[in-house]
């Protein structure tokens, strides 16, 4: 059963002076329950069954149900339908002259259990199938035992799953039992985690899912399962995904509501003396002063808790704009604490339109997101024009993207070696020799040198030479490549991929003391790479890497890594697309890489600060294919990478850790590209680059032309994801489009993989919201002044309200 509970702490809590005022002739209506229950449909799966029932008091009532039930007045229960499967909200919604109140019932049909039993039965090792190659080592000798498998349900990249093994033998019994958790990806299958569990002990281990992987559980025992048993089951304490006032900053005496989501709960309690509000997910009332509530969510696993505020509005400031196509920025100095901004826009014409853009232009690591709350009138809510159609992945995107976060993990402990050796004064090689086992005479066909490639000692040939760069091929895949091929490569390399290198982000350092650059092709996961170990002496030391070939290299792929394969349908690369956009891409993308970590790598140590941090580094690399003949509008690389942050902008973050480092690639990329723009490219990358300063501070040392400070960038940024290439004219007043780039592109057909996803943006309404970098509301006007007032607790709000001219076009 669903309750929906009210509280007064003016009344009843809280006590703080008289609780009446002037008696309204009518009551205002109260909605003291509203619940419901529902069933499979036995006539149509795809239904289920919804039975619902209301106590609610009042006079002269007008009682109403969304979700198609429509009105409901004089009536205490109703029978409807949802679908089956689905998470189905229904509001009540009770009015009279006095005012109104809502309520909702929520039916949840959503699976909850992810484990399907595939194999739930007593078995011997070899019944284990591809899973005893994996587990073989734990069983080696055992001739008395059995082996449960289960396979979890498909997960989402990122989903959680906690699954919980409590050991049901009899007491002071021995029989103890093992849980192991295998996932299968392309790669092959790989033994995560395990869990060794002692009778009426619950043991519990965590899967966050990667992409493209399944996972299979297996339960087993040294003892005959006839001796004891076992619980399986997924998931432990609740989720609390929600937990807010709605408003959450509001009048003295003036109505507020908490609002929860939460799954896997049986019991739900608020304190404040509100008590059990179990199957609820609302729970309505008034304050008189600021009020800290705390929601426990809790079940056999354990308890949950979440804390949100409602707060007192401690004031109000008036902004005016009156005027089509005028974008004002509010930001911190505008607020103080629990205070409003109050934006008039008088008369807004029938053809005229206003954003809101609240905007976490700080980027602090704490907290994760700004937080605000937008109240509005007089204003037609703006949907988007088409449905969202997020841009379609090339089909290597998602083992690419995969591949890059992978990246991105051994990036980021090399750069914790690096920043070690240079903060505690280790030396690299330029300081030391070259010395191995590749020094000089270079002879093209003759020359062998050994390369660790991905951590592989590989025998590799010298095979081509240019006027900077040795190319090198290992030997197991010489035939790969033609001296024709290799000198095309070397020509692009020389003629267009170094010059765009060196004008405008630098030049290599040499460490190696050979004039050039090695450019090796062997086996590799990637397209291509360079390491920063390559700075290093090879060796065990504490300043040292026993990985490192000791020079200036850039590591790529042979062709046939990504080789068409049509026994298993996967369509690859051809060859001749590989060499002509996929490898040179690559390589001046990690070129730039060589020469940002080369030069501060080569700073004396008084000088080093900090390498620049991955979320900067790597939308600049994407900056130096964009400044080549191989940008994204061939690629659509940074695309891919930008589709989840301009189809939720609110849950992507520009500067930190983030779920997601593919985003870096495309969605960091626009914001970078955006501040290039303004201040000339060759005049941004090239100092910021060299550094010594890294992060926000390095950015803002090398800012100029519109922008001031970071925050400046943001906001800019913002409003240009939001108006570029739209032709509106508030566009011959503003610069918020790119001069390069189009975000309206569009895909030109069905099957057209390049292009930008459309900007999620979301219909202008009364709305309480978190945002991670931006958020958009849209609205239309109505002939009217419109009141838009903007709130916020956080340390630094931010936003923009731009009133335009026209509406957008997509």
């Given at each position: ?19 009446g ?17 529902s ?15 209301w106590?609610v ?16 007045s004089?009536?205490t229960?109703?029978?409807?339908s949802a679908?089956?499967?689905?998470k ?8 009279n002259?006095?005012?109104e109140?809502?309520?909702s ?16 039965k007593?078995t011997v090792?070899?019944?284990l199938d591809?899973?005893d190659?994996t587990l ?11 082996a ?5 349900e ?5 989903e959680?799953v ?11 019994s ?13 790669q092959?299958?790989?033994l ?6 002692l009778?009426g ?6 899967i966050e ?9 297996i339960v087993?025992?040294y003892e ?6 076992y619980?399986?089951e997924t ?5 609390i995904?929600l ?6 900053i509001i ?14 709960a ?6 404040q003396?509100?008590?059990?509000v179990?199957?609820?997910s ?7 002063v600021?009020t800290d509530f ?19 509005r401690?004031?109000s400031?008036d902004?005016?704009?009156?005027t089509t196509d005028?974008a004002?920025?509010i ?11 109050a934006?008039?826009?008088k ?8 954003a ?5 232009a700080t980027q602090?690591f704490e907290?994760?997101?700004m ?23 090339n089909?290597?995107q998602?083992?690419l ?19 070690k ?14 010395s ?6 270079y002879?093209?066909?003759?020359k ?5 490639i ?12 240019s ?6 091929i290992d030997?197991?895949?010489?035939t790969?490549l033609s ?18 290198i060196?004008?405008?982000?630098g ?10 650059i090695?450019?090796?092709f062997g086996?590799?996961g990637?397209?291509g790479y ?12 504490d ?6 070939n000791e020079?200036?290299?850039?590591y ?10 049509p026994?298993t349908g996967?369509p690859?690369?051809?060859k001749?697309d590989?060499?002509?956009l996929?490898l040179p ?9 060589l ?14 600060i ?9 939308g600049?690399?994407v900056a ?8 994204s509008?061939?690629?659509g690389?940074a695309?891919?990478a930008?589709?989840?942050?301009l ?10 850790e ?15 590209w ?17 550094g010594?300063e890294?992060?926000i ?8 032309g519109?922008f ?18 739209t032709?509106?004219s ?13 975000l ?15 900007l999620?943006?979301?219909?202008l309404e009364?709305t ?5 970098s ?9 002939g009217q002044?419109?009141t838009?007032?903007l709130s916020?607790?956080?340390a630094a709000?931010?936003f923009?309200?731009v ?5 957008l076009?997509?």
């Amino acid at each position: 059963m669903k309750w929906v509970k009210f509280f007064s702490l003016a009344c009843v809590l809280l006590v703080m002076g008289a609780c009446g005022g002037t008696k309204q002739p009518v009551s205002a209506p109260v909605i003291k329950s509203f619940t419901g229950t529902s069933s499979p449909d036995a006539a149509n799966a795809s239904l289920l069954n919804v039975s619902l029932s209301w106590e609610v008091e009042g006079e002269n009532l007008s009682l109403t149900i969304d979700q198609g039930v429509g009105d409901v007045s004089g009536k205490t229960t109703i029978t409807t339908s949802a679908k089956a499967g689905e998470k189905t909200t229904f509001t009540l919604t009770a009015k009279n002259e006095s005012g109104e109140v809502k309520a909702s019932f929520v039916v949840d049909d959503l699976p909850t259990n992810k484990i399907v039993d595939i194999k739930a039965k007593a078995t011997v090792q070899g019944s284990l199938d591809t899973q005893d190659l994996t587990l073989s080592e734990f069983f080696d000798g055992a001739t008395d035992f059995f082996a449960d498998a289960y396979r979890l349900e498909p997960l989402k990249e990122g989903e959680k799953v906690i699954v919980n093994l409590t050991g049901q033998g009899a007491t002071g019994s021995e029989f103890d039992s093992y849980l192991y958790v295998v996932q299968e990806t392309a790669q092959g299958a790989e033994l995560i985690g395990e869990v060794d569990d002692l009778p009426g002990l619950l043991e519990s281990y965590t899967i966050e899912a990667v992409a493209g992987a399944t996972y299979t559980i297996i339960v087993t025992s040294y003892e005959p399962k006839d001796t004891g048993k076992y619980l399986l089951e997924t998931n432990g304490a609740p989720i609390i995904s929600l937990f807010r006032g709605n408003p959450y900053i509001i009048d003295a005496g003036k109505p507020s509501r908490l609002e929860w989501q939460v799954e896997g709960a049986t019991s739900l309690e608020l304190d404040q003396g509100i008590g059990q509000v179990t199957g609820q997910s609302v729970a309505t009332g008034i304050i008189n002063v600021n009020t800290d509530f705390t929601l426990s969510a809790s079940n056999r696993f354990g308890t949950n808790t979440a804390k949100t505020t409602v707060l007192l509005r401690e004031g109000s400031i008036d902004v005016t704009i009156d005027t089509t196509d005028t974008a004002e920025i509010i930001g911190p100095d505008k607020f103080a604490a629990n205070s409003t901004v109050a934006v008039s826009l008088k008369d807004l014409a029938t053809d005229e339109s206003v954003a809101i853009i609240p905007v976490y232009a700080t980027q602090d690591f704490e907290p994760d997101r700004m937080t605000y709350q937008i109240e509005v009138s007089s204003v037609t809510p703006t949907t988007p024009k088409t449905v969202l159609k997020t841009q379609a992945t090339n089909p290597l995107q998602e083992r690419l993207k995969q591949l890059q976060n992978e990246h991105i993990s051994h990036l980021k402990e090399e750069l914790e070696l690096i920043n070690k050796v240079k903060r505690e004064g280790g030396q690299s090689i330029s300081t030391q020799g070259f010395s191995d086992n590749c020094a000089a005479p270079y002879t093209v066909g003759s020359k062998a040198c050994d390369f660790f490639i991905e951590g592989e000692l590989r025998n590799t040939t010298l095979v081509f030479e240019s006027e900077h760069a040795y190319w090198f091929i290992d030997d197991e895949y010489k035939t790969e490549l033609s001296t024709a091929e290799l000198a095309d490569q070397a020509n692009r390399f020389e003629t267009e991929l170094l010059p765009v290198i060196e004008s405008n982000f630098g030049s290599f350092q040499d460490f190696d003391n050979n004039g050039k650059i090695f450019i090796v092709f062997g086996f590799i996961g990637a397209f291509g790479y360079v390491t920063s170990e390559d700075f290093l002496l090879n060796g065990t030391g504490d300043f040292e890497s026993p990985y490192s070939n000791e020079g200036d290299i850039f590591y790529a792929a042979v062709p046939s890594v990504f080789a068409p394969n049509p026994d298993t349908g996967d369509p690859g690369i051809p060859k001749a697309d590989f060499l002509d956009l996929w490898l040179p891409s690559t390589l001046v993308h990690e070129l730039k890489h060589l020469v940002a970590l080369g030069g501060r790598f080569a700073l004396p140590q008084d000088q080093f600060i900090a390498f620049e941090d991955p979320w900067f580094e790597e939308g600049s690399a994407v900056a130096a294919e964009e400044l080549s003949p191989y940008p994204s509008a061939l690629s659509g690389y940074a695309q891919a990478a930008a589709s989840v942050g301009l189809a939720s902008p609110q849950d992507v973050r520009i500067v930190g850790e983030v779920d997601d480092t593919f985003s870096w690639y495309g969605w960091n990329f626009l914001h970078l590209w955006k501040i290039a723009e303004d201040r000339g490219q060759t005049t941004f990358w090239k100092p910021w680059t060299a550094g010594p300063e890294a992060g926000i501070e390095n950015i803002e040392k090398n800012l100029g032309g519109a922008f001031t400070d970071f925050p400046a960038t943001m906001m800019q940024w913002a409003a240009t994801l939001l108006f570029d290439d739209t032709k509106l004219s508030i566009l011959d007043k503003y610069d918020f489009q790119y001069d390069k780039l189009n975000l309206r592109d569009g895909p030109e057909s069905e099957t057209d993989p390049v292009y930008w996803t459309p900007l999620a943006y979301s219909p202008l309404e009364a709305t309480v919201g978190a945002t991670r970098s931006v958020a958009y509301y849209v609205g239309k006007g109505q002939g009217q002044t419109v009141t838009i007032s903007l709130s916020s607790a956080d340390a630094a709000p931010y936003f923009m309200v731009v009133r335009f001219k026209g509406e957008l076009p997509y």
